[in-house]
């Protein structure tokens, strides 16, 4: 089946599902994962500067926040760990130089940026994501590693690529220690999910005459043919990702089932796939990155490959690529591409961004996107912002519900709801039932001559005002950490009354 076909296929589906009743148009809740990455490596995106002050720090985190609320997004992905160091308090690895301008000195007055961004995330009903660079120890800048780094504390595990330097994804001790970071951050931080990009073994270097530099393993592949091993080095080098990919995934699932596991993989899987297509690396083969196994086996909750061309690229057309990917979705996963909003200039209309969005909500198994990165959003560069706001993010979305990632017998939160009326205002107020689980976020409704308006309230609100003129009826319901949504809650114009709902 063509890609075009594919598309008109998945579309009609669409609006067939769309147009069932219009009651259930009006009443419908958007779902969509609108994301953007905010990067702490080279300061890119946040903080601005190492060393800033800490309140500038949580002030510029704060106006970020409340950009992407105003945007009507959904969640940030926060770089966390982008260098085998920590933008959050570790008992493993030190202070990240991008944080403080010194490896290993903590912020002074103190506070933990991941606690702070958590907390502040999800006042604005952001879900929060923690992203973390697996094997990076240092990329090139010539700051000092303090005394517990890794390149201090280990350096028989760091491979020297040039201006890289490198945990060694062969050794299992790297893997052990990669796996506890994870466990670490997933126990101690609220967050949403837990988030890997595309550097896995480094992408590949070359020499004067463009000979590609070989990544300094040897000893290590050596060891583990001494020790039986029977794969010849590149498959040795993807098992070794593959161990990795799925130890995350089932360390994540183990400590807090609700917690994402994403992975944004380069966005071809290999030259020539889809045919036609051509990239200047092989994923697959040079940074041993088998993603549509990843995908195929379900060891991730989300994957976001970064589809960073736009739709009338020649080599690389946005359109063949995301079809590609989502035929290969067989277990349904989340499938939400990252498209490079930083591209936006001279060469790409901000208006490529909202056609690609538009496709992607063609994909019935898409459902999402991320933006790379936060900056342009941030900056309104070119008017983005603004137009995305007018065509594709005209009202808030809920995240999509993840069904596999729920534990069996797992119930929906339940409340009681109940209502008063103040000074000609609604003011309705409610409790958690004493065996519910909080809920992530809460949807109010309201209905104004027969039209339903929503709003998506923090899940730690336990009561809301509102002007109620002209307002028919008013509805609640509860919205959990896997993103299912409890029964609805009416609240009565009449007398007060109050009941429990699941």
Request: hydrophobic share 40%; aromatic share 12%; glycine share 4%.
């Given at each position: 089946m063509t890609g075009r076909v594919f598309s008109l296929c998945l579309w009609f589906l669409a609006l067939a599902s769309l147009l069932q009743g219009s009651e259930a148009i009006q009443e419908a809740v958007p779902r969509e994962f609108r994301g953007a990455w905010v990067a702490s490596v080279y300061?890119?995106?946040?903080?601005?500067?190492?060393?800033?002050?800490?309140?500038?720090?949580?002030?510029?985190?704060?106006?970020?926040?409340?950009?992407?609320?105003?945007?009507?997004?959904?969640?940030?992905?926060?770089?966390?760990?982008?260098?085998?160091?920590?933008?959050?308090?570790?008992?493993?690895?030190?202070?990240?130089?991008?944080?403080?301008?010194?490896?290993?000195?903590?912020?002074?007055?103190?506070?933990d940026p991941l606690a702070y961004a958590v907390e502040q995330a999800h006042l604005r009903c952001l879900e929060l994501h923690a992203w973390i660079n697996p094997y990076r120890a240092r990329a090139g800048l010539d700051y000092a590693a303090s005394p517990d780094h890794v390149l201090k504390r280990h350096p028989e595990w760091i491979r020297t690529y040039r201006n890289l330097q490198w945990l060694d994804p062969g050794l299992p001790e790297v893997q052990e220690h990669v796996l506890k970071v994870v466990k670490d951050i997933v126990r101690r931080y609220d967050i949403d999910g837990l988030h890997i990009d595309d550097y896995f073994y480094p992408y590949p270097l070359y020499d004067k005459a463009k000979k590609k530099l070989e990544f300094p393993d040897e000893k290590t592949y050596r060891s583990y043919r001494d020790k039986g091993g029977t794969l010849g080095k590149d498959d040795w080098r993807r098992d070794n990702v593959n161990a990795m990919v799925k130890g995350m995934y089932e360390t994540i699932r183990k400590e807090k089932p609700w917690v994402k596991f994403g992975v944004s993989p380069f966005g071809i899987w290999k030259p020539g796939v889809p045919a036609g297509t051509m990239a200047y690396v092989d994923a697959c083969e040079h940074l041993y990155a088998d993603s549509r196994r990843w995908l195929q086996e379900g060891w991730l909750d989300y994957c976001a490959p970064q589809l960073y061309w736009s739709r009338d690229s020649k080599l690389q057309p946005f359109e063949p690529l995301l079809t590609w990917w989502a035929l290969q979705n067989s277990k349904s996963r989340h499938l939400w591409p990252g498209i490079a909003s930083e591209r936006v200039g001279a060469q790409r209309r901000p208006d490529e961004m909202v056609g690609q969005i538009m496709l992607t909500r063609l994909r019935l198994e898409s459902g999402g996107h991320i933006h790379w990165n936060m900056k342009p959003l941030l900056n309104n560069h070119l008017g983005l912002g603004t137009l995305l706001k007018k065509k594709v993010y005209e009202q808030p979305a809920l995240v999509p519900e993840s069904p596999w990632m729920v534990p069996d017998k797992q119930p929906v939160p339940s409340f009681i709801a109940g209502k008063k009326v103040e000074s000609g205002q609604w003011r309705v107020s409610w409790v958690m039932a004493p065996e519910s689980l909080p809920p992530f976020c809460w949807i109010w409704r309201e209905k104004q001559e027969g039209v339903w308006t929503f709003q998506i309230l923090p899940g730690t609100v336990r009561s809301f005002s509102q002007n109620g003129a002209g307002v028919s009826e008013i509805q609640i319901a509860a919205v959990d950490r896997y993103g299912r949504i409890s029964s609805w809650q009416k609240v009565e114009v009449a007398p007060w009354q109050a009941q429990t709902t699941r």
């Open positions: 300061n890119l995106d946040w903080p601005s500067r190492p060393g800033l002050p800490v309140e500038e720090q949580k002030r510029e985190l704060c106006v970020l926040l409340d950009e992407a609320k105003a945007l009507n997004l959904n969640a940030i992905i926060l770089q966390v760990r982008p260098a085998a160091d920590a933008l959050y308090e570790s008992p493993y690895e030190p202070w990240s130089y991008y944080l403080t301008g010194k490896m290993g000195k903590a912020p002074e007055p103190f506070y």
